[in-house]
């Protein structure tokens, strides 16, 4: 059983927007960092965002002031509002989530730095 489920990618023009959900279930669920991070074929894994339980939030410097990450956690759902779209955010976007810190954008895309992961989404922006 996939302890996080990602939902919400697609294909967009450059520009546009698309929201990634995120839903946490049993383990997965609660814990203290909640993040998102990107693979591309043939590139390194990059963080994207990450969101601690006391809601702070970092971004990386690639998605500041276009990506907002914001959790629900009665829902145990994590999101990744992507707005102003371009094609270099095309991507493969996982989930991830970890019982401690710390908890940045870097730390999420670390294969040791969180304990669970979803299966990944595709993102595919064309100009």
């Known amino acids: 059983q996939r302890l996080l489920m990602e939902s919400g990618g697609g294909s967009v023009q450059a520009g546009g927007s698309l929201k990634l959900s995120c839903t946490a279930s049993?383990?997965?669920?609660?814990?203290?960092?909640m993040g998102w991070f990107r693979q591309s074929p043939g590139k390194e894994r990059e963080g994207v965002a990450a969101?601690?339980?006391?809601?702070?939030?970092n971004n990386a410097d690639a998605v500041k002031g276009r990506f907002t990450v914001s959790r629900d956690t009665a829902k145990n759902t994590l999101y990744l509002q992507m707005d102003d779209l371009r094609p270099e955010d095309t991507a493969e976007y996982y989930c991830?989530?970890?019982?401690?810190?710390?908890?940045?954008?870097?730390?999420?895309?670390?294969?040791?730095?969180?304990?669970?992961w979803g299966k990944g989404i595709q993102v595919t922006i064309s100009s």
């Open positions: 991830a989530a970890g019982r401690y810190g710390p908890c940045t954008a870097e730390q999420v895309a670390q294969y040791y730095g969180m304990d669970y």
């Open positions: 049993g383990d997965a669920a609660n814990n203290y960092c």
């Open positions: 969101l601690d339980k006391n809601g702070r939030v």
